[in-house]
């Protein structure tokens, strides 16, 4: 579904809705019940999505990049005293930039407000939300308000590309005043969205098109908060060759606010046979072959819209060379242990036998699952940062190089941003993909607002913002939850041998650390040729000093490149102690300036 273009239709709405704000800087909203006026056109809301895990809340939103401004709908089944809506850095209930409409028993207000260190709520000098409309309709209550994307308030959430976490709550009692609202203390919750979507119509389907459903086989849905349920399911063996050309959620109906997201993962193409399972992810009983089956196919998140394929482009599924397996994951979030609910959500793929032009690829870029990448523990902000050379591309890419279309960014739990550039001649040229909110807990395909050429000789540099205050050992690479991963997934055509592009610290630099961090802190017994990298790490000494010297060794070192073809070996070449690209940084780190040179806050 298109949202608004450039011809700002959505002022006019605004004109026809707005109802003024008080001198108190605050909106009096005359009755909860006030009747609909038939007369008034619908403000269309494209994007929506449940926000508690019962659906009584319903946000929906619109955009308008020509006023760059977010236009967004609250619905609430059932209001009684008020409801707060808001955006934090990671969901959290403080330094939160609110929306509040609450009463007093006898009138009722709406205006633009944030909570302190403490959640602690008060009003904004500053009013940025402005009211549209408020009524009682027979589905329920709802609000109608838009804010400019940045505001230069420095208590305000700047909404830009990326997950946003929403945080909503509702008012079980009515409030002589704003002050007396503490968020602590009202029940509340928190929801991840990507807001800001591309600019773009979405393609028509081909009328050939046919559909395949990968679902949960009636899934029951476990009493715990958290589960990741898999299933294995087979192609056809005489499937030929077809384009994958879209894919979109099948959410069973009343589960819309507990299946949280949704992959599917195509097996590796050397597996003869992968045995039937369904089951949790987790289970230690699972059969070893799921492992093998880490190839992203489809990826949906709660509020992702259907994925569309560029017209000239398909993602190839069967025939020759194609796996015959793939696996269903479906993240359940279920924090009110609600039990005996049935589930057979998935993805819908929509394929052709009319094969387009070119086929889509999906290429690794990042860093090597490795323990040599390490992050110091108790640590507020620290990167590790991920190359695809200048070498690797000018030797795997065609001369016209590949388009980038979409990608899905992944780190694990300690993860709180990832940005990926792409650098030509030694300067930064574009940011491929970037989320510096990001979030594990929200990890779906994202298209690019255009498409991006990569070149032969072009650097392709994805960084990652990592948090790990809250350990107190090292966390290195790997494959568990609580190890890290620097991944960005590109999808792009037409696809090449070339499935692999990542990076790790040379390992023989890396040694050279170990040694010398524990002979400054007095350890002449270094055992860093006699236990893995992992205990080497476990064992130093994490003071400042040997956290700031790790960075500047990943900063300054070596690195060893694997440059993969999609048999997983490497292009011929020389790969190890290749030097950091040089590189020099002219992309702007602030979106919206604002006036007097400040800058927006985020």
Same mark, same amino acid.
């Given at each position: 579904m298109r949202i608004f273009s450039k011809d700002?239709?959505?002022?006019?709405? @605004?004109?026809?809705?707005?109802? =003024? #704000?008080?001198?108190?800087?605050?909106?009096?909203?005359?009755?909860?019940?006030a009747p609909s006026n038939a007369s008034l056109p619908p403000l269309p809301m494209p994007f929506r999505m449940p926000l508690d895990p019962l659906g009584n809340l319903q946000l929906a939103w619109n955009i308008s990049y020509a006023t760059q401004e977010v236009y967004i709908q609250l619905r609430v089944a059932e209001l009684r005293h008020g409801v707060v809506l808001g955006m934090s850095d990671r969901g959290e209930l403080t330094n939160a930039d609110l929306v509040v409409l609450w009463d007093n028993g006898t009138r009722s207000y709406f205006g633009d407000a944030w909570s302190d260190s403490k959640g602690r709520v008060s009003l904004d000098s500053q009013q940025d939300y402005e009211l549209i409309e408020a009524k009682q309709k027979a589905d329920g209550f709802y609000l109608l308000f838009k804010r400019p994307f940045s505001t230069c308030d420095p208590r305000d959430y700047v909404i830009e590309?990326? @997950?946003?976490?929403?945080?909503? =709550? #509702?008012?079980d009692q009515p409030l002589a005043s704003l002050g007396d609202l503490n968020l602590s203390r009202i029940h509340m919750g928190v929801q991840r969205v990507l807001m800001l979507r591309p600019d773009m119509p979405s393609p028509t389907l081909p009328p050939e098109v046919k559909t395949m459903d990968v679902l949960a086989p009636n899934v029951i849905i476990p009493n715990q908060e958290t589960t990741y349920w898999c299933f294995?399911?087979?192609?056809?063996?005489?499937?030929?060759?077809?384009?994958?050309?879209?894919?979109?959620s099948v959410i069973t109906p009343g589960n819309e606010a507990i299946v949280h997201h949704i992959e599917v993962f195509e097996c590796a193409q050397d597996l003869r046979e992968v045995p039937q399972y369904?089951?949790?992810?987790?289970?230690?009983?699972?059969?070893?072959?799921?492992?093998?089956?880490?190839h992203v196919l489809a990826a949906w998140a709660m509020g992702a819209e259907a994925f569309y394929y560029p017209p000239d482009a398909g993602l190839a599924i069967g025939?020759?060379?194609?796996?015959?397996?793939?696996?269903?994951?479906?993240?359940?979030?279920?924090?009110?242990?609600?039990?005996?609910?049935?589930?057979?959500?998935?993805?819908?793929?929509?394929?052709?036998?009319n094969l387009r032009?070119?086929?889509?690829?999906?290429?690794?870029l990042g860093l090597v699952y490795t323990p040599v990448m390490a992050i110091p523990p108790k640590q507020h902000t620290f990167y590790l940062t991920g190359y695809c050379t200048s070498k690797c591309t000018r030797t795997a890419l065609p001369p016209g190089g590949i388009y980038v279309f979409a990608s899905q960014l992944h780190t694990h739990l300690a993860g709180r941003g990832v940005r990926t550039v792409l650098v030509r001649g030694g300067k930064e040229l574009d940011v491929v993909q970037e989320d510096q909110h990001f979030s594990t807990e929200y990890q779906t395909i994202r298209v690019l607002k255009k498409m991006i050429n990569i070149l032969p000789g072009d650097v392709l540099i994805t960084k990652c913002t990592y948090n790990t205050e809250d350990r107190s050992k090292p966390t290195v690479g790997g494959f568990g939850i609580m190890e890290e991963m620097c991944v960005n997934y590109i999808h792009y055509y037409p696809r090449t041998q070339l499935e692999l592009c990542k990076s790790h610290v040379d390992p023989g630099y890396l040694q050279k650390y170990f040694s010398f961090i524990n002979r400054f802190h007095g350890n002449d017994q270094c055992v860093c040729g006699d236990v893995g990298v992992t205990d080497q790490y476990a064992q130093l000494h994490w003071d400042d000093f040997a956290g700031e010297v790790l960075d500047s060794l990943y900063n300054t070192a070596p690195i060893s490149m694997h440059c993969n073809q999609s048999t997983a070996r490497l292009f011929p070449g020389e790969?190890?102690?290749?030097?950091?690209?040089e590189v020099t940084s002219i992309l702007p780190k602030h979106r919206y300036p604002c006036e007097g040179g400040a800058e927006s806050y985020s």
């Open positions: 700002v239709r959505l002022q006019d709405f @605004t004109i026809m809705y707005f109802t =003024g #704000l008080a001198a108190l800087m605050v909106i009096l909203v005359a009755s909860y019940q590309e990326g @997950t946003v976490h929403v945080i909503y =709550g #509702l008012l294995i399911q087979k192609l056809p063996d005489d499937m030929p060759k077809n384009h994958i050309v879209m894919y979109e369904s089951g949790s992810c987790d289970d230690k009983m699972k059969p070893k072959k799921l492992n093998l089956c880490r025939g020759p060379g194609s796996s015959r397996f793939l696996r269903l994951e479906v993240h359940y979030h279920n924090p009110l242990l609600i039990s005996g609910r049935h589930d057979s959500s998935g993805i819908r793929l929509h394929y052709t036998h032009r070119y086929d889509a690829g999906i290429m690794e790969w190890e102690k290749q030097p950091l690209p």
